[in-house]
């Protein structure tokens, strides 16, 4: 095996003697990277902890351009690896910070965009792949995929038009609160969703009926999906369990 | 093929050379109106924006009126498609606002009315006839419209009778919020769908007691169409993938 | 037929010539009469509107009560009828008016207790035999009956410890908030059935850390009894339509 | 049968005359102390109520301490026993008040820590070994473990992952509301629950667009395991009522 072909297995914990050692630590470095980000937004951290943080940052940077370079260097077609799924995601989670470093000298000021470095929490979904339910899951969505869309499109439609009738309603009444079509549309989602938070609600009669009419109707366009996914897993639990049903009768 | 046939196909998007691409347009037109309708809620657009949108509402309403028009004077019956569900929403799509240009000279008068134009949307249902799915749901319907409509008049029964028995422990204690059995309906619908904006809630201890056994027993009311509906799909879905299953004992 | 046996049968829908006429009239003075316990909450009712539903009301009760006394007169096991669920019913909804009456000459003075006569809706149930969905859900009850009284055991354990924990939790930090177990069970309540109203929350990082990990795991306890109703219902519609499945294998 | 085995029986319940008696009364006591507890946080109990609560509690833990110590010298292995999970939640639920009383010479100082003392009313469940229900909820857990284990880590990492996204769009707009990623974690959880109790939520454009993107796509991840237990519950029922579909065929 040449070492190149050692670094690609290393990397992707199939080698023979390292295992999947050096997978899990860069899984564990994802995780901690993530909660990193987590422990920085508190306020008031001294100033040791900060310098700390920072210091880690860096680290999680280098080893992940490391690991993107070496990636690219040992994979069969390292166009394919670098335009892939998981490609896009290994790169997107080192160029803000790298940009960040050789334009201004700081790691923190590109906090927000960051943030896409936890989309390489996914590469755990990768890393599950012993995880039968996860497949279950895959399975499970290709069987309702189209159900979900439809009613996707329809739960997007169903909310637009509630946000423009209620707006003809209350606008008069409370012009600050439903300001705008997309005022109302925040109001219609956090409605539909059950959520509620009580920041916007209709006051007039009108908009009143017309909300407890459009919960009873449009609820189920939002919650039939779930019921949907939970109903397919079953199904395909209980054919696994009984997979040769047919073939007992010969 | 006369030209009238020929007009009434190219409408519906069954012409042979046109195809449905004058269906398509039409469609377009749709959600773009139905998109204007939006963005005209936002306060503060500049004057050339709002002049924008009054040509093209004025656009919209002429093409509408063309189409109906047409609709009318190429159907075998007319009168049939003016009776006609989609005939009835084509008509009161444009009539709101030919009734403010006739009488006050101004499209914009006639707001509120106009969000009738939102039922168009349903058009694209229409459109939408290759989606299995949505037959799916036609059907899920049909099997399970018996038992929803039962709850659906319960649910209204129960809105009704817990809005009069909270009415009776509150009002002492909040005239002003249950200050009669409609704001108490108001305060059933969104408590019982779990909404719970926090506009409107019980303060005195029977009617806390009363919420929570009312929560308790009727939750299940409003939520079990949802899960009948679902089941009912996943059991027509398992139906169309295995159509054969009795015939092929012979 | 005898006069007596004809009553009877009037009032319960069964007669020759009067068919369910008398029984119709009966339950629609039901459906009005609980319209107007509603109308008589809005404030500000002009004098003339008080008068009539007042004298509407003593009608709707000497109407009830006449019912009540020829149902007796005509049972054919009058003790029987009177300690019969409708019985007791029927006696209950016209003995808070019949007591203001004698004793303080006012119709309007029992008002909290006249809601009992709500109850008498329940006879709608009685005239909707022919809905075959009633029937069913009947059924459906007594298939899960079991599942759906442990569940509602469980929920009531959960609600008291959930409230004992929190208040642990609370108390020092909103004294006037989470004043006593019976407030904090207030909480319980509205937060697992996801209402939240937003008039008591915990404020403590470990009130809150126990109110997700409450949520997460005892969420499903209130939950399962409805999607339990919903399956065995679907159950039951496909018996129904496959009525004679085993018996083709003869 | 020795004394000692005739303890251990009439504890467990299994006495040959004195049946279920010793073991129903101990439950009831577990309930009464648990009332107890809740009725201890009434605030301005009269003196007489305080003195009474606090020599009630005495006797239930003089009661439970007995229990205890004749539990582990009526065991056949008493180590087993005092390690096994019924006897940790034993000896938990009486160490608090012990501590309390050798250590400062009062009950009520411990009141976080007996709080401990609720795990007892598990010991309900071994009583409620009759009741078929809870088997089934058994075994359909075992059924679906699996599918909810894999549901509450992704749940975990959903919320994580919410909580830091939103800080980065809220934080700068509401520094004092979204102040750490912990509180954002607080408000995922109440919002992926649909609680949305209104303490906390965003109000920048970004917030509210990913708000109600992340309710869309993440509430299924929370509602789905509920589904699941569910499901299999009624196809455990099946199960049950048609145990010898099979063996029939022979």
Known sequence: ?????????????????????????????????????????ISGLPEQVTTCLAAFEAFVVAVFTAEYLLRLATAPKPWRYATSFYGIIDLASILPSLAGIFLSGSVLDTRALRTLRLFRLLRLLKAARYALAVDRLGEAWRLVRDEVLVFGVAAFIVLYVCALIIYQFENEAQPDVFSSVFTAMWWAAVTLTTVGYGDIYPITAMGRIFTVLMLFIALGII????????????????????????????
């Open 223 to 250: 919650a039939i999906p779930t019921g949907l996914v939970a109903s397919a897993m079953s199904e395909l639990r209980k054919r696994k369990s009984a997979p040769r049903k047919g073939s007992d009768a010969t």
């Open 1 to 41: 095996m040449s070492s190149r072909e050692s670094i690609r297995r290393a990397l992707d914990g199939e080698h023979p003697t390292l295992g999947r050692s050096v997978e899990f630590a860069l899984l564990a470095l994802i995780v901690i990277s993530a909660l990193a980000m987590g422990v920085e937004t």
